[in-house]
């Protein structure tokens, strides 16, 4: 079993930035990739970021304003967010898969209770 905590979310003005923590424990993360997905008000959850905790490599919905990463000593991934936009308002959840990066959230395994970022205009 994998147990995700994440922190960090908050309200921020339109172009400032968060950072997002995931804390994992329960075991190690070898061989797992981290996501990072978030879902707004009536809509479905959609991917963010995700990294394999290995070789660090990642893989972005759309590049350039967020950064996803890690802290193999803290067993935490992070989302640094920029230049967010009201679009951006969302629960952001951290999730776990055994394998390789995938961009579906059904073959994530372990998920956080969430996170809530809210971008106001």
């Known amino acids: 079993q994998v147990q995700l905590v994440e922190s960090g979310g908050g309200l921020v003005q339109a172009g400032g930035s968060l950072r997002l923590s995931c804390a994992a424990s329960?075991?190690?993360?070898?061989?797992?990739?981290m996501g990072w997905f978030r879902q707004a008000p009536g809509k479905e959850r959609e991917f963010v970021a995700a990294i394999n905790w290995n070789i660090g490599n990642t893989y972005y919905a759309m590049k350039g304003r967020f950064t996803i990463s890690r802290d193999n000593a803290k067993n935490t991934v992070y989302l640094q967010m920029n230049s967010l936009k009201p679009e951006d308002t969302a629960v952001y959840y951290c999730a776990a898969r055994r394998g390789g990066i995938t961009t579906m959230s059904t073959t994530y395994d372990y998920w956080g209770q969430g996170t809530q970022v809210t971008v106001s205009s």
């Open positions: 329960g075991r190690t993360l070898s061989n797992y990739a």
